[in-house]
């Protein structure tokens, strides 16, 4: 334990307490091109030096394989973490860009047992729908969430891109700990009806892609800088004029960061932290890194507080941002509300 440590919030009304910032870890095997898993797992322990307790997975970063890396790490400080992970979308190793969504009852039964012994746990701390199929009424699928519960196997519900109405509907059912939506300077969609609804019925916040899928840091420009593998080439933010077009607007980012002593990625990422005060629910951003040194960036964001005329240089971004931040926007909650 070092003075270092990040501070704690309860994640939503009925959920664990948890560092203020947690980690996304699907990049360790998935999605962002080759990784180095011992540079993944010293990452991964120094996050927890820090303080970090929320660590993020899915069943589907990897067909199984990003839950099947993170278990040593899991089993060796079971009772300091807090292991989410979801179920509901399948990628096809084959295409990338084809996904099978689904909510339905023996499907779920599947997943869960499939996640248990992959991670090698008895129960999921959180255990997220992650994508909606639109063919299974929610209440059906939070009532298979809310069984697995009962039965031990999960200790907290989540829902990851809901629309409001979603979500209310699925409250009528069991309690839900947290909303997993994208959210960050780039992506602000969900400030308009889930935020509202999230605060309303005391469920937290985990804004996933708080760095704009790295974007955000500057660390690439367009999709051409990236492996021909990695997923951020099919999205339409990062291509073609609208990368150039994105790519001005981190001009702000920079001033704000000039200001602040501070690098781009973290000023992204207090103005999200900051979200929890201006919205008032709790709000526990995960970035994804694999590099240790990056953890110890990406926390120093939450002692970073930005003034009113940082937020109001940055306040104009999002509007002007060209591209959709999924090609198909079903996938998101704002393509269906
Ligand atoms: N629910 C959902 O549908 C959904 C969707 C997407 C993601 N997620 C979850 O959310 C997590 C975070 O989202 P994300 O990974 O998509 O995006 P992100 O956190 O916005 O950005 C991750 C990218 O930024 C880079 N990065 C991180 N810190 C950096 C720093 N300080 N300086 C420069 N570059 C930095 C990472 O590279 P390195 O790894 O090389 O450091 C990675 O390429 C994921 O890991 C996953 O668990 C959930």
């Known amino acids: 334990m070092t003075d270092d440590r990040i501070a704690t919030v309860r994640l939503g009304a009925t959920g664990p307490e948890v560092g203020v910032q947690g980690l996304g870890c699907m990049g360790m095997s998935f999605a962002y091109g080759p990784s180095d898993a011992g540079e ?47 179920f509901a979308l399948t990628i096809d190793p084959d295409d990338p860009t ?9 499907y779920i039964r599947q997943c869960i047992e499939a996640s248990l012994k992959r991670l090698d746990v008895d129960a999921i701390d959180l255990y997220y729908m992650h994508r909606r199929d639109v063919n299974v009424p929610i209440e059906e699928t939070v009532g298979v969430m809310a069984d697995l519960v009962r039965e031990g196997k999960v200790k907290h519900l989540g829902l990851s891109e809901v629309t409001a109405d979603e979500l209310r509907a699925a409250q009528t059912v069991h309690p839900i700990a947290a909303v ?9 969609d969900i ?24 974007f955000l840091t500057g660390s690439f420009a367009k999709a051409e800088d990236l492996t021909s593998d990695d997923f951020r080439r099919q999205q339409p933010r990062f291509t073609g004029d609208n990368a150039a077009a994105n790519a001005a607007l981190l001009e702000p980012i920079r001033t704000v960061a ?37 953890v110890e960036e990406n926390l120093g964001a939450t002692r970073i507080v930005l003034g009113e005329k940082d937020m109001e240089l940055l306040e104009p971004i999002a509007a002007k941002v060209a591209g959709d931040r999924y090609a198909d926007m079903r996938f998101a909650s704002a393509g269906r509300e």
């Open 40 to 86: 993944s797992r010293a990452t991964l322990e120094r996050a927890l030096e820090l303080g970090v307790t929320l660590y993020d997975t899915a069943d589907a970063y990897g067909a199984g394989e990003n839950e099947r890396f993170l278990s040593p790490f899991f089993k060796a400080h079971r009772d300091e973490v807090v292991i989410a992970t979801k």
């Open 98 to 106: 084809k996904r099978i969504i689904r909510n339905d009852t023996p």
């Open 180 to 188: 997993q939506s994208e959210w960050s300077l780039f992506s602000r």
């Open 191 to 214: 400030e308009a009806k889930v935020v509202p609804a999230a605060r309303e019925l005391d469920v937290a916040l985990v804004p996933y892609s708080p760095l704009g899928r790295g």
């Open 258 to 294: 000039e200001a602040h002593g501070a690098t781009l990625g973290q000023i992204a990422l207090a103005w999200v932290q900051q979200q929890a005060a201006l919205h008032g629910l709790p709000v526990i951003p995960i970035p994804g890194t694999r590099k240790p040194t990056r």
